[in-house]
């Protein structure tokens, strides 16, 4: 009887809590101050209305990269009383015996603080705090903090780390910060969007390991109403009425072109027959509503955002997105693409592209049950007709004319209202594939988004990774497929979320507009895209297809990029990642992307583990795994019959293990380690899969080879006339010469005791050939020459 009274009355609280709920959203509330130092504390400034009986919960559980919290600490939860406005700050102080203060800056009180969930208790040697409602097994995040350690978003794989929680920005809706003890410097104290923005940079907070803070001040924030800006601003050849923000109106009162200067808006309105244009790399970003009675266009590298998903979009004029892709090396190379506006159809978006050659990829239809990445029955491609409206948050797959110049770039015009707010997307998973299910999706924005952001928001629907279609190579009826000419899947760059990086070098987590790709789903359901996401910035929307930005890098973190190239057009690239929250096995493609093979491509490389027989595009591993005993293991899968000369190379490399330490190839074929950091090393080989063929370490007594190799430039090779070959070095003298021929057959096996040697090899063709050297200090060297 006492458990029934007892569950009743939990039943009871519940709902006497719920009654009245407001329920909140990310950036809703902002984090502005904490002391790990006892006693613990923390503030928080509410920047939005909310209802008497509605609870705000706080934790400092980690948030893990699976999508889980850890259970290990506590839960502080505030209750609003009375209906408290926007701009109240809320002083949350641990009072002793599991008892909480909720108190302003003049110690009023302010609603109630409870222990709901014991352990509770913030470190000084890094801890978080994360707003939610809901409950920890599910969660709506408000707003997170980090402090003390200098980790940032790692994962949590103790209590004083903790992952980005899902749906939440760094920078944005999130803030790191290392200081113990650290407050906002209540730089801005106006304007929902203005303190959102000033609370969460960085820049604006101040703090001490060996001092508490006076969190709170005596000067109170203030909200205004959501959608009413508190002046307005006038473009008419310069800025009348002040300078433009997030509390602004902003009036385009003539043309203006953001090649000037971006800006934010509370508001916008473009003037009747007036055009504001959104140059490369440059943006617009307003707060809530659009109206455009003249006309606006961005261009291809230009970001538009609109934050409030209650924010309209009135188009009374014309409004356009252009976007260009890089050069093409003939018409039928196709682009992935998505539409950033209502409305749209194929035929007005890719005019010239052939009517056969416009399509979007029904994920239902995909049945793959012999684990190839191909469509079985051959109806999962389907034909975008012209009349078509295009689905936003769709890809869709078109080639450029056929009077396309060869080299040109290529280019698509989206015309109509801008989407904005939520937007949807149907993802499918058929039970019947033996492999990945796959499912085509875009940007929906006339904006880059973050994938991190896209993908943690939706970590239930869809895995880590995404696929974009890189077109490094033509159709050929060689590669596998369900045409006559059908295209190499190895031509995707990968990015994975635990990688933050993917398999070309640069390629960053930002997905250009318009821009279509795959994603693996998890199960079936709707994943949804939200402004939130969105980047109003200068730099994230230069991605699209490949690209040769550079991005930042935690030098604690180590990434290698290696390259398989030959002179008949192969060119693959994988990517070896240790960061944090990987382990040595598969972690799911959050962090391991697959390599997409098929029957009868080209040639691959890709990585490999001893736990399971995936070949890898990008695998990562532990963070702490990396030292001068690790030992890779590559493969080698080539369909090529001619004679072929390859070439593996490191491509780039980030971190400081990998700065300051070489890398050493091992070739078991040939018994021979080179440094790739000194230079590339080439190779001869047949048809077929050669899983033990190539180890990668980062000294040469790892390889267990008591042997280097020196740089091939140390070596000498001169022709001095039809059967003379002359060998010389001044790194030692000669221990042994073989040479093979581009098949990799044994011509010769040569012995030598000086610096220079002259053999002659008058039964050689002229052709290209490839000599193993070894020195008698135990150096080797793999060098091509040509007999003529």
Known sequence: MMKKITSLLILLLAFSFGYGQTTLYEGDIAITGVNTDNPDQFS????????????????????????????????????????????????????????????????NPVGSAAETDLGFALSAGGDQVIAYQGTLASP?????????????????????????????????????????NCIYDRSVLANQALILSAVSDVANWSGNNGTRQTLGGAASYSCIAAGTCAT??????????????????????????????????????????????????????????????????VQSQGNFVQNDNGGSFILNGTA????????????????????????????DAFPNAPADRRFWFNAANFVDTDGDDIDDNADDWQYALAGDIMTPGRG??????????????????????????????????????????WNFIGNPYPSAIDFDAFQLANSGIID?????????????????????????????????????????????????????????ALTAGTATFTNAMRMADATSNTQFFKTNNTK????????????LTSGNGVSNQILVAYVDGATDNYDGMYYDAPKLLTQDYAAALYSLSESDEIKYAIQCKDINSINENEILKFGLSTNVEVATIYSLSVEHFEGDFLSNNSVYLKDNLTNSVHNLSDSDYSFTSEAGEFNDRFEIAFSAAALSNEVFEINANAIKIVQLDNSNIQFTTEASTFKSVAIFDLLGRALYSLTGDSNSETYNLSALKASVYIANIELSNGATVSKKFIKQ
């Open 232 to 297: 307005t601003v006038t473009w008419n050849g310069g800025w009348v009425g002040g300078t433009p923000d997030l509390s602004t109106e902003v009036v385009i009162a003539a043309n203006y072109d953001t090649g000037s200067g971006s800006f934010s808006a509370c508001s916008l309105t473009v003037n009747a027959g007036i055009n504001l244009n959104v140059s490369d790399n440059t943006y617009v970003e307003v707060e809530n509503d659009v109206t455009i009675d003249g006309d606006l266009t």
């Open 320 to 347: 356009s997105v252009n976007k260009q892709t890089p050069a093409k090396a003939d018409w039928f190379y196709y682009t992935y693409w998505s539409s950033p506006v209502v409305g749209e159809t194929i035929g």
């Open 140 to 180: 709506t995040f408000l707003y997170a903090v980090h402090v003390a350690n200098g980790n940032g978003w790692t994962d949590a794989t103790n209590t004083q780390n903790t992952a980005l929680p899902a749906g939440l920005t760094d920078g944005v809706n999130a803030m790191t910060f290392n200081r113990d």
């Open 396 to 437: 869709y797959a078109a080639t450029e004319s056929r009077f396309h110049f060869p080299g040109a770039t290529g280019t698509a015009t989206f015309s109509g209202a801008f989407n904005t707010g939520d937007i949807p997307v149907t993802i499918a998973l058929n039970a019947a594939n033996t492999g990945v299910n």
């Open 464 to 520: 880590g990774a995404a696929y974009f279609w890189s077109q490094a190579s033509p159709p050929s009826e060689l590669n596998p497929g369900n045409e006559a000419l059908n295209f190499n899947l190895n031509d995707y760059v990968v990015y994975t979320v635990g990688a933050g990086a993917g398999t070309t070098p640069g390629t960053t987590k930002f997905v250009g507009s318009a821009q279509g790709f795959f994603v693996p």
């Open 552 to 563: 930042s890098s935690n030098s604690i973190e180590n990434k290698l990029w290696l390259n």
């Open 44 to 107: 928080f400034v509410l920047l939005a209305d909310v209802a008497a009986g509605t609870t705000i919960n706080f934790t400092d559980n980690g948030w893990l990269t699976t999508g889980a919290f850890t259970t290990s600490e506590g839960v502080v939860t505030w209750t609003a009383s009375v209906a408290t406005s926007c701009g109240t700050e809320i002083i949350i102080t641990d009072i002793g015996g599991n008892n909480y203060s909720a108190l302003d800056f003049s110690l």
